[in-house]
């Protein structure tokens, strides 16, 4: 019944009749929150409302004529998503698992602030936590980036929680370093070739042209991050997993294989967006997954099996399980 309703409203704004202004209530522009303009957030926010608008009633004689406009802004990264969402200034965002994890539990950087009614939507790629250090820094281990420029990332990215996580199991602080800048990750690749930084930290999808920029481009190197202290991270986490990147598979100058822990890249929304407006965009990814595939290489292994359940600790949103079930897949 209600999306009946929900598409009429949408005709109506299709025709351009008089009730044009007052049939559009805000959710049906829906935001994405994604992260900095050369990371992958950017791409999957952009990629969903690509498949969304493609489904929408403009230019369509025949099939799906919903009414959604979709937008996916640039932002600060995943506890900044979580917070927006939270506060209903976006209703959706790309999020580190760990990060929907603690949201929802308020745990680690949120608690006293649970998010109860955040809800998973789909996983989308893996995400290894990447430690980048330049070519003349010395840097070959955790334990060298004492006393080194580090640029632990901006406040409400993803990195900068787990980089903080990882500094706290580690028994080190901001202090250790001769200096933590608070670069994001737009900006971080050219402090490091510059040699304004000495490592950088990303937690990004493979493969990405700010990483590619930093060890094709200025001879920098990946440092392994697979010492007891991460193996009891993710022994402990359910969100945590190791991940491997090749040598010169993705970066043609990466010399050895990369070691480290990582999370999933996820797609969230809120309990307080309805569950018509997440049927469609969730019909949208997944009626055009072939289409969404080709959009970015990290993109390429998505399986709807597992995006519909790894790195997943929120209850999935109602309008999902909704098309989920209606797929079988539940
Ligand atoms: N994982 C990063 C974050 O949570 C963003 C990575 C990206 O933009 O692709 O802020």
Request: net charge neutral; glycine share 10%; hydrophobic share 40%.
């Amino acid at each position: 019944m209600l999306i009946i309703s929900f598409f009429k409203k949408a005709s109506v704004v299709a025709l351009g009749l008089p009730l044009l202004c007052s049939s559009l209530s805000a959710a049906e522009f829906i935001s994405i929150g994604t992260g900095g303009p050369t990371g992958v957030y950017f791409v999957v926010g952009n990629s969903v409302c690509r498949m969304v608008h493609k489904e929408a009633a403009e230019g369509r004689k025949s099939g799906r004529k919903h009414g959604l406009r979709c937008a996916a802004p640039s932002t600060g990264g995943s506890n900044y998503n979580i917070g927006q969402i939270k506060e209903g200034e976006l209703q959706f965002g790309v999020a580190q698992s760990d990060w929907q994890y603690h949201a929802v539990n308020g745990s680690s950087k949120w608690e006293g602030k649970k998010f109860g009614d955040l809800r998973a939507v789909f996983s989308v790629h893996p995400e290894p936590f990447q430690l980048i250090a330049s070519s003349s820094s010395g840097i070959n281990s955790w334990e060298d980036l004492k006393g080194k420029v580090v640029n632990i990332g901006n406040p409400g990215s993803g990195q900068r929680g787990t980089m903080e996580v990882l500094m706290k199991a580690k028994g080190m602080s901001v202090s250790d370093f001769k200096q933590a800048t608070e670069l994001t990750s737009s900006e971080q690749v050219g402090a490091l070739c510059d040699g304004k930084v000495d490592a950088i930290a990303y937690t990004v999808g493979v493969p990405n042209g700010a990483i590619g920029q930093a060890i094709d481009g200025c001879g920098a190197h990946f440092v392994n991050l697979n010492s007891n202290v991460e193996k009891k991270l993710v022994n402990e986490n359910p969100f945590y997993a190791f991940a491997n990147i090749p040598a010169g598979t993705f970066y043609k100058e990466q010399k050895n294989d990369a070691v480290t822990f990582g999370v999933m890249a996820t797609f969230v929304s809120s309990a307080d967006v309805s569950a018509e407006i997440v049927y469609e965009v969730v019909r949208a990814v997944f009626e055009n997954l072939d289409d969404f595939k080709k959009l970015h290489p990290a993109f390429t292994n998505l399986d709807p099996k597992q995006m519909i359940t790894n790195g997943l600790s929120a209850p999935l949103h109602e309008g999902a399980i909704n098309y989920y079930k209606e797929q079988g897949w539940m």
